[in-house]
C-alpha cells in the first residue's frame, strides 16, 4: 500500500476540491486559534457536494478544546476524524471516543524524549496517531521537521498497537523523497503545499506523484501484490501471528539492534568489503564489476546475517528449541551455529538424498552440537525437508522456533528474512558512494529462494539502479532440466506462500535440476514473483555451464572462489558488462565462497589444469 | 442444499465421518471401499486427493498418497472417482478433501462445477486458513457446496469467527500435529468443543488422532461426532495387495469393512 496523505489546513471550497482531485486520503480541518482555522458550518458547505463513496476522510485538528465544542464541531462538520493536538491525556482521548461513537480520535505525539512512551500510554485510547514537530511557543504548525531516523520506532509502535500514524511538520515536495525512505504509513502536509499563504495544487499533485511510486510491501495480509500469504493448517495461524507480533516489537527495542549490531560485526565479520574486480574487469570489457563480499562472512555465505537475527528474536521470544530445514546444508550451518553461539538447541530437517550429497556439511552440522533428522518423505530432498520442518513445527508450536533461511514461506517469513537480509544493500548503497561517488547502473544477484537477491535489491528498489536476479537454467532453458522458476513456472502454493512454481498439470510440485544445490528450489519468495511481474526487478536465466565457466574466471582472474550459486550472477555479469560503458559500475552480491562446492567443480571440471 | 446441509446429518447424533485415500490403491478399489464404508454405519466422507506436499498429513496418509499416485491418482481422477462411487450406490455426503494447489491449477471455478457433477457436497482445504478463504467460501456457498473450516486447541481468539463461517460441519483438530495415530488427548478439548457449538449450529466433527473404539465413543460423547482417517487407511495400505487383485478384493473390502464396523461399534 502506498502511504496515505492528509492534506491539512483547507481553508475555502478550492482547496478541498484541489486536494480531493489531486487525491488525498485525508482533509486536515483548523479548529484552534490559527491562520488557517475554519468555522465548522463553512466545512460542512465546502464538503457537502463531495462523492459520499471512497471521499478523503473528514479531519477536525482540536488544541487542548472542551468536549461539548468538539462534539458539536464533529456533528456541524460532519468529521470522521478528531485530532487532539493539545495536552489532553488518554483519559480525555477515551472519553471523547465514547461520547462521539462512530468518529474516531488521533492524538498527536510531539517528537521529543519519552515520545514512545507517551504512544503507549495512548494504547487502547487512540484510533491514530500523527508525530509533529515540537517547538518552544507553538503545538506544530510551524514548517519545520524533525529527524526523519526516529520514524521507523513511531511507526513500528504503531504497528504494534494496530493503528495508523501520520508524519507531520516541514514535509514539501522538496524534502518528501527522503522521508518515504523510512517507510512512513501516512504524511501530514500543510504549508509544503503553499504558495505564499494559499494552497497550490501543483504542489498537492507533486506531492501525490511522488508517494504513488513508493513500494511499501507486504500488505497487512502479508501479500506481495497478488503474492505471498499464508496457506497453512489452522495449527499455525496463532503461531505466524505471535511470531508477527513479536517481530515489530522485539526488533523495534534498542536492546535487540545493539545486540545484533555487535553480533553482526563482533562474531559475523561485518561490515563486508566491497571490492573492486580490475582483472574481471579488463577481461569482461565495459562496466567496472565491484563485488560485494558476503562470501568473507563467518561460515561463508550471507546466510549467518538471517541466521543470527532470527536466533536473537527467538532467544528474546523465550523459545528453547530451534528447528531449520536445509538443502545443501548451507543454512543448517548457519543455524547450527548460531544455536551453538546462543545456547539453544537445534534440529535441522535434511532430505536423505541431500545428506548422501552434502555429508561433510552434515558432520560439520553435528560437530557444532545440532541434531541432523533424516527426511525419507517425498523426494527426499529440501522440498520435503521443508514440509517435515512444518511438521514438526505443527507438532511442537509452542516452544519451537522455525527458523527459515530463505524468503519463502508464510507471512511474516519472506518480510522477516528480507529484513534481516537488507543489511547487505544498505551497506553497499554507503560504500557505493564512498568507493565511486555513485550508485551501480545495474546489480546483480542469484536467485534459488531468493534472500541474498532481496537483501540486495531492497533498498535499491525504485533508486534507478536497474536490478537482476538469476535463476539457474540447469542444462538449458529447452530442457526439463532447470529451477528457472520465474522463467517457467506457473502460479500455486508451496509451503506456506502463493508464488510461482515448478510444477506438473495436477499441482504436484517436483524437483528442479540446477547443479548448484541452493538454487534447485522449485518455488520462489513471493516477493520475487512481484518484482518480476510488476516490472521493478528483470531476471535472466543461467546454465550450468555458463556458471562453472564465470566460477574459473573469477578463480584465476581474482583468486576467488565463489559458491556455484553465485557463479550464476557472474555469469550474466560475463554476458552484461559489455553493454556499459566503463563509467558505468556493476555490482555483484558474491553471495557465498565455493569451498563446500569443491567436490562438484572438481567431478564437473575433471580436475584438469587449464 | 446439499446432502450435508440436510437435517439428515445436521442433527443426527454421534456422528461418524471416515476419510480415505482416493485411487489408494486403484480407483476402483476406492469406489468399492466408499460403498463398504458406507454400509459400516459411516454419516458422510472425507474423500482425499493425492498430492505431492501433504504437509498437514503423516505418514500414513502420505504413503496411501504414493499408492494413489501410482496407479495415476490425481484431482481428475478424485472427480471421476466419486461419480462412480455415485453409481456403485454410495448416497452419503462426500467431502473432496484437497491441499490448495491443486484446486489452482484446476480452477476453482472448474472445480465447483465438476464437483457438483461428481455428486459432491463440501470440500475441506487444510492448508487454507480463514484469512485467505473469504473468496472460495462464498463461491462454493454460492453453489450450494459446504466449505468445511478447521479449528484448532491454538485457534484461541481466531474461534469465534471461524466457527461463525462454518457451513456443513466443522472440523474440530484434537491435537497439535499432523494427521496420524495418538495415544492420548488433551483434558481441554470438552471446553473447546462446547466453546464452539455456543458460536455455531453446525455439527462439530473432532478428528486427527482418533484410532480406537473407545476414542471413537469418546468423541462421539463429547463432540457431534468423530472423523477417523489414518487408521482406516493404515487398513487399507494392508490390504494393497489384495485389493490390486481382482480375485481377492472382495474379501478384502470385507475385511475393512468389519475393521471400521468393530471401530464404531457400541
Known amino acids: 500500500m502506498r502511504p496515505q496523505i492528509k492534506f491539512c489546513g483547507m481553508r475555502s471550497k478550492k482547496d478541498v476540491v484541489n486536494a480531493c482531485s489531486a487525491g488525498a486520503d485525508y482533509l486536515g480541518f483548523i479548529f484552534a486559534p490559527s491562520k488557517r482555522r475554519v468555522r465548522p458550518e463553512d466545512v460542512c458547505e465546502w464538503t457537502a457536494e463531495l462523492p459520499q463513496n471512497n471521499r478523503a476522510l473528514l479531519t477536525g485538528v482540536f488544541v487542548d478544546e472542551e468536549e461539548t465544542t468538539i462534539i458539536q464541531t464533529a456533528k456541524t462538520a460532519g468529521l470522521d476524524i478528531i485530532q487532539c493536538h493539545g495536552n489532553e491525556t488518554s483519559v480525555d482521548v477515551h472519553a471523547m471516543k465514547t461520547a462521539l461513537s462512530g468518529v474516531q480520535v488521533f492524538k498527536t ?15 487502547n485510547a487512540a484510533d491514530g496517531f500523527l508525530v509533529d514537530t515540537k517547538t518552544e511557543h507553538s503545538m506544530g504548525g510551524t514548517g519545520t521537521a524533525f529527524d526523519w531516523d526516529a520514524v521507523p520506532e513511531y511507526s513500528e509502535e504503531a504497528k504494534r498497537q494496530g493503528v495508523p500514524i501520520f508524519i507531520a511538520g516541514g514535509i514539501t515536495a522538496g524534502n518528501a523523497d527522503e522521508l518515504l525512505k523510512y517507510h512512513p504509513w501516512g504524511l501530514d502536509i500543510s504549508s509544503g503545499i503553499e504558495t505564499g499563504d494559499e494552497k497550490d495544487y501543483r ?4 506531492i501525490m506523484k511522488k508517494t504513488a511510486n513508493v513500494y511499501a510491501f507486504p500488505d497487512e495480509l502479508g501479500r506481495f501484490g497478488d503474492f505471498g500469504g499464508k496457506y497453512v493448517p489452522e495449527t499455525l495461524m496463532y503461531a505466524l501471528t ?8 522485539i526488533t523495534a527495542e534498542e536492546s535487540f539492534k545493539a545486540e545484533l549490531q555487535q553480533e553482526l560485526k563482533r562474531y559475523a565479520g561485518r561490515p563486508t568489503e566491497i571490492t573492486y574486480a580490475g582483472s574481471l574487469t579488463e577481461a569482461y570489457g565495459g562496466a567496472q564489476i565491484y563485488l560485494k563480499r558476503e562470501d568473507l562472512l563467518h561460515t561463508g555465505a550471507h546466510k549467518i546475517n538471517n541466521a543470527l537475527a532470527q536466533g536473537l528474536l527467538a532467544k528474546k521470544m523465550g523459545k528453547t528449541e530451534i528447528i531449520a530445514e536445509t538443502g545443501a546444508g548451507q543454512h543448517g550451518v548457519a543455524t547450527a551455529t548460531m544455536a551453538a553461539r546462543f545456547g539453544l538447541s537445534c534440529k535441522v530437517f535434511m532430505g536423505a538424498e541431500d545428506m548422501k550429497r552434502q555429508e561433510l556439511n552434515v558432520f560439520r552440522m553435528r560437530l557444532l552440537g545440532a541434531e541432523v533428522l533424516e527426511v525419507q518423505s517425498g523426494g527426499k530432498t529440501l522440498k520435503d525437508a521443508t514440509n517435515e520442518a512444518i511438521r514438526h513445527w505443527v507438532a511442537n508450536v509452542d516452544t519451537t522456533f522455525y527458523l527459515i533461511g530463505s524468503v519463502v514461506g508464510p507471512h511474516p517469513y519472506p518480510m522477516i528474512v528480507r529484513n534481516f537480509q537488507r543489511v547487505i544493500g544498505d551497506e553497499s548503497i554507503r560504500q557505493m558512494e564512498e568507493i565511486c561517488g555513485k550508485q551501480p547502473a545495474e546489480a546483480v544477484a542469484c536467485v534459488g529462494g531468493g534472500s541474498n537477491a532481496m537483501g540486495m535489491f531492497y533498498p535499491y528498489i525504485n533508486s534507478g539502479v536497474r536490478l537482476t536476479g538469476i535463476e539457474a537454467a540447469g542444462k538449458g ?7 528457472a522458476t520465474l522463467s517457467k513456472g506457473r ?11 515448478i510444477q506438473d498439470d495436477h499441482g504436484n510440485v517436483f524437483e528442479p535440476y540446477s547443479i548448484s544445490a541452493g538454487l534447485d528450489y522449485p518455488g520462489i519468495g513471493p516477493e520475487h514473483a512481484h518484482l518480476r511481474d510488476s516490472g521493478i526487478v528483470n531476471y535472466e536465466a543461467v546454465t550450468d555451464d555458463e556458471a562453472m565457466d564465470a566460477l574459473e574466471d573469477l578463480c584465476r582472474l581474482e583468486g576467488i572462489l565463489p559458491a556455484i550459486e553465485t557463479a550464476h550472477a557472474l555469469a550474466y555479469v560475463k554476458r552484461a558488462a559489455k553493454s556499459y560503458s566503463e563509467d558505468d559500475a556493476l555490482l555483484v552480491c558474491l553471495s557465498g565462497r565455493g569451498d563446500k562446492d569443491v567436490h562438484t567443480i572438481q567431478q564437473v571440471l575433471g580436475g584438469a589444469d587449464k | 442444499m446439499n446432502r450435508l446441509t440436510q437435517p439428515g446429518f445436521q442433527t443426527k447424533d454421534a456422528l461418524f465421518v471416515p476419510y480415505m485415500m482416493s485411487g489408494d490403491p486403484t480407483m476402483d478399489a476406492s469406489t468399492d471401499i466408499a460403498v463398504a464404508l458406507q454400509e459400516a454405519g459411516a454419516d458422510a466422507l472425507e474423500w482425499g486427493v493425492p498430492f505431492s506436499d501433504p504437509l498437514a498429513d503423516g505418514p500414513v496418509i502420505q504413503e496411501a498418497g504414493k499408492r494413489a499416485q501410482k496407479t495415476g491418482g490425481n484431482l481428475p481422477q478424485a472427480l471421476a472417482g466419486m461419480k462412480e462411487a455415485r453409481k456403485k450406490g454410495l448416497h452419503i455426503p462426500a467431502v473432496l478433501f484437497t491441499y490448495v494447489n491443486p484446486v489452482l491449477t484446476y480452477g476453482v471455478e472448474a472445480l465447483i462445477h465438476d464437483m457438483k457433477e461428481s455428486g459432491f457436497d463440501g470440500i475441506l482445504i487444510p492448508d487454507l486458513p480463514y484469512e485467505e478463504s473469504t473468496d472460495w467460501r462464498e463461491k462454493f456457498l454460492e453453489n450450494g457446496l459446504s466449505l468445511v473450516p478447521l479449528i484448532a486447541p491454538s485457534s ?3 474461534t469465534e469467527k471461524i466457527s461463525k463461517s462454518a457451513d456443513g460441519f466443522l472440523y474440530y483438530v484434537t491435537s497439535l500435529g499432523v494427521t496420524g495415530e495418538r495415544t492420548s488427548f488433551s483434558e481441554k478439548i470438552a471446553d473447546d468443543i462446547a466453546a464452539i457449538q455456543n458460536f455455531t449450529e453446525v455439527p462439530v466433527l473432532a478428528g486427527f488422532g482418533i484410532t ?3 476414542h471413537v465413543r469418546h468423541f462421539q460423547s463429547i463432540a457431534d461426532g468423530a472423523i477417523v482417517g489414518s487408521a ?18 472382495a474379501d478384502a473390502v470385507k475385511r475393512i469393512k468389519s475393521f471400521v464396523e468393530a471401530l464404531i461399534s457400541y
Open chain 1, 491 to 501: 502460479k500455486g502454493v508451496l509451503h506456506g506462500a502463493l508464488s510461482y512454481l
Open chain 1, 109 to 123: 505525539i510531539h517528537h521529543e524524549s519519552g515520545a514512545l512512551l507517551r504512544m503507549k500510554e495512548f494504547e
Open chain 1, 203 to 206: 504542489k498537492m499533485v507533486t
Open chain 2, 156 to 158: 484461541q481468539n481466531r
Open chain 2, 212 to 214: 480406537t473404539n473407545e
Open chain 2, 232 to 249: 482406516i487407511v493404515k487398513e487399507i495400505g494392508k490390504e494393497e495387495e489384495a485389493l490390486l487383485d481382482s480375485r481377492t478384493r
Open chain 1, 242 to 249: 505471535q511470531l508477527e507480533e513479536a517481530y515489530h516489537t
Open chain 1, 477 to 483: 532453458m529447452d530442457t526439463p532440466d532447470h529451477a
